[in-house]
């Protein structure tokens, strides 16, 4: 058998794949990847299914042994500079680490989140029928730690023959698209989301990512909002006034109003941004 052992996890790196949807109902949000599609790209390019777990790397610093054979692997996401044995992987991101390489993520220039995906998938057990960590319930597997032993799954299908990866492009000034409402006349001007720019608080998470910029007035303020289903990508504005988009591990109902909604495509573009980095909103029709 194939194992990656842990030798650094960095600031926080987890096991992910596309999630658990179907559990709302109990309580369960979906989690998953929160750049869906840098996992779907990583996983495509080893010739794995898109929603075989993976791993999501905060900010670098991720260094993995490989044990026990040898495996094809991918990095997408964050373009964090990786090293295989002591070799840089080089413009492709996808490469072959042996028995004894050492695999290691720096820090990225740009975005928040690197995934590295395995020909074979990490094989830890499901949860619910997910690998997912979602981080806000404390289902799934739990965040790598030094010493950790994490199996490479059997693979299946034919390895793809690639010569390059798209990278991930993130602006200075990160739009987001956002449709109107649900709950947007709770607010005295909810207009005012798109009039200006926010910033991205260093309290983000893979909950939700919080924005500094001034307060956005509730137009009554001891009017009380029963809870409700809420969803990635949510604009949710809590009696303080800032507003906060919900993320991957999200919860799955809320009582304060969600003013706008970013568009699904635009998500894992929100999940990227770092904190200090300025985002700004564009209305759009659903």
Same mark, same amino acid.
């Given at each position: 058998m194939t194992l990656l052992r842990v030798r650094?996890?960095?600031?926080?790196?987890?096991v992910e794949d596309l999630g658990r949807p179907g559990y709302a109902a109990i309580g369960v949000g979906r989690s998953g990847a929160a750049d869906r599609g840098a996992l779907r790209l990583a996983n495509?390019? =080893? +010739?794995?299914?898109?929603?075989?777990?993976?791993?999501?790397? $905060? !900010?670098?610093?991720?260094?993995l042994e490989v044990v026990g054979g040898s495996v094809t692997l991918c990095v997408t996401g964050a373009p964090a500079p990786v090293r295989v044995g002591g070799r840089d992987m080089g413009p492709s991101y996808v490469a072959t680490a042996r028995a004894g390489d050492v695999v290691r993520l720096g820090v990225p220039a740009v975005g928040l989140r690197s995934y590295v995906a395995v020909r074979g998938g990490i094989d830890v057990p499901a949860v619910l029928g997910s690998r997912s960590r979602d981080v806000l319930s404390?289902?799934?597997?739990?965040?790598?730690?030094?010493?950790?032993?994490?199996? =490479? +799954?059997?693979?299946?299908?034919?390895?793809?023959?690639?010569? $390059? !990866?798209?990278s991930l492009h993130l602006p200075e000034v990160v739009e987001l698209r956002l449709v109107r409402g649900p709950?947007?006349?709770?607010?005295?001007?909810?207009?005012?989301?798109?009039?200006?720019?926010?910033t991205v608080s260093s309290e983000s998470d893979r909950v939700g990512m919080r924005l500094l910029g001034g307060a956005l007035a509730h137009r009554d303020p001891g009017r009380q909002?029963?809870?409700e289903g809420v969803w990635r990508g949510a604009v949710q504005v809590p009696p303080g006034g800032e507003p906060v988009v919900f993320l991957a591990d999200h919860p799955v109902t809320g009582g304060y109003p969600v003013a706008g909604v970013v568009v699904d495509a635009d998500v894992d573009r929100a999940a990227q941004a770092r904190p200090g980095q300025v985002v700004r909103f564009r209305w759009v029709r659903p």
């Open positions: 650094r996890p960095g600031p926080l790196a987890l495509r390019a =080893v +010739g794995n299914p898109e929603d075989a777990a993976g791993l999501e790397v $905060l !900010l670098g610093g991720l260094e404390g289902i799934g597997p739990a965040p790598l730690d030094v010493g950790d032993e994490l199996p =490479v +799954g059997v693979a299946t299908g034919v390895l793809p023959a690639v010569d $390059l !990866l798209p709950r947007d006349g709770w607010l005295d001007d909810a207009d005012r989301l798109t009039a200006g720019s926010w909002l029963p809870s």
